[in-house]
């Protein structure tokens, strides 16, 4: 999630999504609507592609659908990939899974998201650790995800770098608590107070206020290693 609550990317994801109607209205449930569009009009993601390994060693990125004024029960998606159709999850917190692959970008793919016909919708760019979900995590090399980040937004270009403000901190998804080693000390992570994409009471940690931190210890596994921008 490059930016939690950046407009400008949400309104040029929702033109993106509103690209070209795949199914007949009358083949879709009572209700329900449907776009279509080029894996590589993802925002961000054939500049992301683009990068040498070494530059994204510590980060990946994903999608996610959010709907907003209506219920995500009946949305689902699929990659029309030439005579291929490979079905797509939606979790419960709209990602896409898995990720639109380089090959399926290359060979021209769509992706069709079928959702309520009167919600709102956007398409959110999120960016995550790609270090093992477990107890622990390597401080030093979530701080060096965060940079490679930084770094690669500024490679992407585009509205990537107009709309999407610096990324300083790690939101453990349901990891409940944690502590950061630094200099010989443990201390605990701060608790974020919750808004409508970070649950409250999530641990977080901020890099750049512990440059010598070594580990991240967290009472529980957590679902994603978040990367993210400031709260306003």
């Known amino acids: 999630m490059f930016a939690l609550k950046t407009l400008a990317a949400f309104a040029a994801a929702s033109a993106l999504m509103g690209a070209v109607p795949a199914l007949a209205q009358g083949d879709l449930p009572p209700g329900m609507t449907t776009d279509t569009q080029k894996v590589s009009d993802l925002p961000g993601l054939v500049g992301f592609y683009k990068l040498a390994p070494s530059e994204h060693s510590q980060f990946g990125v994903y999608y996610a659908v959010k ?26 917190d709209g990602r896409i899974e898995p990720t639109p692959t380089r090959e399926q970008v290359e060979n021209g793919a769509t992706i069709t998201v079928v959702y309520p016909a009167a919600a709102s919708k956007a398409l959110k760019l999120r960016v995550f650790s790609t270090q093992p979900a477990g107890h622990d995590y390597d401080a030093q090399g979530l701080g060096l995800g965060i940079r490679q980040a930084n770094s690669a937004m500024g490679k992407i270009g585009g509205i990537l770098v107009m709309a999407l403000p610096r990324l300083d901190r790690v939101y453990f998804i349901g990891a409940g608590s944690g502590t950061v080693d630094a200099g010989g000390q443990s201390q605990p992570l701060p608790k974020f107070q919750g808004d409508n994409e970070v649950p409250a009471g999530t641990p977080y940690f901020v890099p750049s206020q512990s440059p010598n931190a070594t580990k991240i210890h967290l009472s529980g596994t957590p679902s994603l290693a978040l990367f993210a921008n400031p709260p306003k």
């Open 67 to 92: 709907i907003k004024h209506a219920s995500m029960a009946g949305s689902s998606a699929v990659i029309n990939d030439g005579s291929h159709q490979v079905p797509v999850h939606l979790g419960a």
